[in-house]
């Protein structure tokens, strides 16, 4: 079923089982006009808008005659806020932004309760930079660590072998 507001004409879809014989109260999502809307068979004994229209009716093969109304203005004073929507109270609590009442203290404690994030490519320097760390202090206490596990010695040639062909491939990647 489609249904036109009696406001501004705007058209919408809406199932045929939705509207009862009885009537349902609808109201248009463009305008807001609310109305009572009943089955296309049926004739409207109450309309919201008492103005008169005018109405074109054209009837096709086979097919229900399609009535359009035209646009009538709609004139209703605009609500004036009772809140501004700059001032203090409205932006604390919309959008949860304090202002003018924050003290020197408070922003200071604050602050402190802030959460420190390095940040995505901070992290990735540090994780790099530990990583070379260790591999380097590995390196140089290779022997010691070689002298106390013994059998540490073919994982330790194994990582430092892996490491080599790690640096050979960025070199021949960065040569080409």
Known sequence: MILTCNSCGKKFVVPDSAITASGRMVQCGSCGNKWKQFPLGEVEKTQSIARPKKMVSRSQQGQQKIQKTKKVKKTTPKKTREISLY?????????????????????????????????????????IFLIISISRILYFAQDFIVTIFPISEFYLNYFFESIRNIFEIWKNLISY
Not at 96 to 120: H, R, W
């Open 87 to 127: 001032s203090p109270e409205y932006l604390a609590k919309k959008h949860g932004i304090k202002i003018g009442d924050t003290k020197p203290e408070k922003i200071s404690n604050q602050n402190k309760k802030d959460k420190v994030s390095f940040g995505f490519y901070n992290t990735l320097i540090l994780f």
